[in-house]
Nanobody, 111 residues
Framework: QVQLVESGGGLVQPGGSLRLSCVAS?????MGWYRQVPGKERELVAL???????SYADSVKGRFTISRDNARRTMYLQMNSLRPEDTAVYYC????????WGQGTQVTVSS
């Protein structure tokens, strides 16, 4: 069983930055971030695979950066130049055979 705990969400003005963190209960090869708004399907934001291969949704390329610190079992999502359309609940994702999800953290981009 894998446990994921997110933190770092909040309210930020357009153009601002936030950093999300996800602490895992173990070392996991594939991790990532998804986001969801009410009435829509959960969508992939970014993925990271050891030893550091990354991929991003087109909507966040050049603005968001995913990274990980295996020594701390922590994954990060640095979000810059935030837009109102980035507003969503962000979920930490991990795949180790099965798929695991964190509890979600709200990100709101509004003036």
């Amino acid at each position: 069983q894998v446990q994921l705990v997110e933190s770092g969400g909040g309210l930020v003005q357009p153009g601002g930055s936030l950093r999300l963190s996800c602490v895992a209960s173990g070392i996991i090869y594939t991790m990532g971030w998804y986001r969801q708004v009410p009435g829509k399907e959960r969508e992939l934001v970014a993925l990271i695979r050891d030893p550091g291969s990354t991929s991003y949704a087109d909507s966040v390329k050049g603005r968001f950066t995913i990274s990980r610190d295996n020594a701390r079992r922590t994954m990060y999502l640095q979000m810059n130049s935030l837009r109102p359309e980035d507003t969503a609940v962000y979920y930490c994702y991990a795949r180790l055979g099965s798929v695991y999800w964190g509890q979600g953290t709200q990100v709101t981009v509004s003036s």
